[in-house]
């Protein structure tokens, strides 16, 4: 019987074989899976909440609305900013000269400022939608104010004025979250449902229909049916009569005002 020949192995290839494994096993180790959170920073301790700015105007862009004098109806888009549909829904608004209340996450305009300050210089109005979309009704007061807090202060920090309503995450509100919030509490009476339908002649229905002067249509900015329906909303409530304004031209909102409005 013959004898086996083995070949040597190489020195230099054994080390470059250890070097591969040791980096494989860092990548995909538990040390790597931590640097795959989605984009919530985590909450600092709770800070103290001061004065907030009082409501500036729109941008030059945009002309305010006397809605005692015309029927209004205003546009309002929750969630964002999403990189793909919040600029979507932003060139159909600017497109059909529309200026609507873009009510955003904080976590998510610390990652998309420049889509933020877009939204703002093209006649938006950019609004507190809390930090991290959690139901501030089941929360402490400090953690209430501290979810709205770090929400204006990344709105200021991408170059927009400080927001003056907050829009409640699933419209959730009780006797703590209404102490605790300095803002005005804005919730909706028209919802089309366009965050689950994908029939677009029935999101925009839903809207259209029913709109009447005086209502507050809730939206989002990041899904797919929102800027697809858009277009035919503007047109059908146009068609109907109504004037589409931002929020604080419908409820003719003033600096420091806390009111809540709240859906029939």
């Known amino acids: ?11 230099q290839l054994v080390v470059l074989v250890a070097a591969l494994a040791l980096v494989l096993m860092v990548s995909t180790g538990p040390a790597a899976a931590s640097t795959r959170q989605d984009l919530r920073p985590s909450l600092p301790p709770a800070l103290k909440v001061t004065t907030f700015a009082p409501i500036q105007p729109l941008a030059p862009l945009y002309t305010r609305t006397d809605c005692t004098a015309v029927d209004c109806v205003a546009l309002t888009f929750d969630d964002g900013p999403d990189p793909t549909y919040t600029p979507q829904v932003l060139d159909i608004l600017q497109q059909k000269q529309v200026s609507a209340t ?3 996450i904080g976590y998510r305009v610390a990652a998309y400022p420049s889509i933020v300050k877009h939204a703002y210089d093209t006649g938006q109005e950019v609004e507190n939608h809390s930090w991290s979309h ?5 929360l402490p007061p400090d953690q209430i104010m501290n979810q709205i807090k770090q929400t204006n202060d990344a709105i200021v920090a991408a170059g ?5 309503m ?10 703590t979250v209404r102490a605790a919030n300095p803002l005005a509490t804005i919730l909706w009476n028209i919802d089309p449902l366009d965050w ?13 229909d029913p709109a009447k002067a005086g209502d507050i249509v809730l939206m989002h900015s ?15 409530l146009r068609a109907k009569g109504l004037t589409i304004v ?5 409820l003719s909102l003033q600096s420091g005002d806390r009111a809540q409005y709240s859906h029939q």
């Not at 019987?1 to 070949?7: E, F, H, I, P, Q």
């Not at 829009?167 to 509100?173: L, W």
């Open 1 to 11: 019987m013959g004898v086996k020949r083995y070949r040597r192995v190489r020195p």
């Open 102 to 104: 873009f009510f955003m």
């Open 134 to 138: 959690v139901d501030l009704s089941k």
């Open 160 to 164: 927009v004025p400080a927001p003056t």
């Open 166 to 175: 907050l829009r409640p995450p699933y419209g959730a509100v009780n006797d």
């Open 196 to 208: 689950k339908l994908t029939n677009i002649g029935k999101v925009v229905a839903n809207v259209v």
């Open 222 to 236: 990041v899904h797919p049916q929102d800027p697809q329906a858009l277009p035919s909303i503007i047109d059908g």
């Open 246 to 250: 931002p929020v604080s031209d419908l």
